[in-house]
């Protein structure tokens, strides 16, 4: 997304009370394994981003059945999965194009390519084309099947094992699917644990998963069973309001149904690590998955050392973190995180340069940033990127910052969040 328009956001508390939109990982995979269903998946609040709107639209043109109202949606097999008519437009959303790689990738007799936009189309690919070729994937596209566009050329895949080089939850989850449409198991190995909703779904569904250590196998399984839930609310957008009450004087924020799997909270436990100011409360699950309510408040932050270990629990998260570092006392060191470089945009370079644009101390790394705390933010306009996690951290920079900051191509929230600005407003309004 190109930089069309802006927004200021003027420095203050945040007050209020917040229902963050379903979360997005989650609704991907509710449309992805939904078109494995012939009694199919129904959920309410099914994410409102445009990211999820360009994964019904890939599995609706693929001949599968999508009813969407409001925030419910309903995917089922429908005809099941066929030859599209035109090529599947991924957008902006990397979880799309690559589950979707899996999701086809072992469907027999069917062809697809896959693009995206200008962003998605600089994306890595091999990390989920190399794999599925070792099962048997017939995959062609730019530079030899390293970037998108892709053609998929559908086959009985056969079973496997897989150790990812890198932790993604991305590549996993399109093993896992190419797995159910395989000829045996296929067990994926996971350098450290990456968000695992594909698996909760599944198991919540009654199919089986088996967990060993780090390793997860699924084993082939015609037509699975249907199910209905409510997504619970997406952490990743909770957290740009949990950081902004935490760094903002005088502000109290409560989070309606917040998702707290433990593969995505991370940055809750480092942030109560800091000194963060947070109740939980009716902890509940959700289709598998724990939710519960939070209630923020300011906070006395202190600084934070963040490894490679513990970046896939929030990896989403860093570039709100950095900004929560130059609020916290002492000096943040955020390592091991080099997948932000290859994110919707260059994520380490996108957070130094609006920290810097605001005034802000902070070194760059080839994997994260050094970032001294206690730092005052200016008034300032800072480049969004068409990255909607860049926009989002830097609206609650600007929550502390002396003076309006100007946000370019603000537009982006959409891809998660398209309510964002309309609900900082209203925090604005509590003050
Ligand atoms: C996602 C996995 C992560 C994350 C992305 C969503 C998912 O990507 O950054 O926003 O839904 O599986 P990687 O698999 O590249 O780490």
């Not at 070194?363 to 933010?377: K, N, S, Y």
Request: aromatic share 4%; hydrophobic share 40%.
């Amino acid at each position: 997304m190109g930089a069309v328009n802006s927004v200021k956001v003027v420095p203050g508390s945040v007050r209020g009370t917040v229902e963050v939109p379903g979360d997005k990982s989650i609704s991907h995979r509710v449309g992805m394994i939904g078109a494995l269903s012939k009694d199919g998946i129904e959920v309410t609040n099914f994410s409102p981003g445009a990211d999820c709107s360009s994964t019904l639209e890939c599995v609706k043109a693929l001949g599968c059945d999508v009813v969407r109202s409001g925030d419910s949606v309903k995917v089922s097999r429908g005809k099941g999965l066929s030859d599209p008519s035109a090529p599947l437009d991924a957008g902006n959303s990397g979880t799309t194009a690559r589950l979707m790689c899996g999701l086809l990738a072992g469907v027999p007799g069917t062809f697809s390519v896959m693009s995206g936009d200008e962003s998605l189309q600089g994306r890595p690919m091999s990390r989920v084309v190399d794999p599925l070729r070792i099962l048997g994937a017939k995959i062609d596209g730019r530079d030899g099947g390293k970037r998108l566009p892709l053609a998929i050329r559908g086959t009985r895949l056969t079973g496997g094992q897989y150790v990812l080089p890198v932790a993604s939850a991305q590549v996993k989850s399109a093993l896992l699917l190419a797995g159910l449409s395989a000829q045996g198991s296929v067990t994926v190995v996971e350098p450290l644990p990456t968000r695992d909703h594909t698996e909760i779904m599944l198991e919540h569904l009654g199919v089986p998963v088996r967990k060993d250590g780090g390793s997860i196998t699924v084993y082939p399984f015609d037509d699975l069973p249907g199910g209905s839930w409510r997504v619970p609310g997406d952490f990743s957008s909770a957290a740009f309001w949990a950081v902004a009450a935490a760094i903002s004087p005088g502000s109290e924020v409560s989070l309606i149904g917040v998702g707290l799997n433990p593969t995505r909270s991370g940055l809750l436990e480092v942030l109560k690590s800091m000194g963060l100011d947070c109740s939980v409360m009716s902890p509940r699950t959700q289709g598998g998955e724990m939710v519960a309510d939070l209630v923020v408040r300011t906070s006395v932050l202190s600084s934070v050392t963040v490894g490679e270990s513990q970046v896939p629990s929030m990896v989403d998260e860093l570039p709100v973190l950095a900004v929560t570092a130059t609020q916290a006392s002492g000096t943040t060191e955020i390592r091991g995180a080099s997948e932000l470089r290859v994110k919707e945009c260059d994520r380490i370079a996108a957070v130094a340069e609006g920290l810097r644009a605001m005034g802000a101390q902070i070194v760059e790394h080839d994997d994260g940033w050094t970032i001294p705390g206690g730092q005052a933010l200016h008034s300032a306009v800072v480049d969004s990127h068409g990255d909607h996690r860049i926009a989002m951290a830097m609206a609650v920079a600007a929550l502390v910052a002396d003076g309006p900051v100007e946000i370019k191509g603000s537009d982006c929230v959409a891809i998660s969040y398209p309510d964002f600005f309309s609900h900082l407003n209203s925090l604005s309004e509590g003050r």
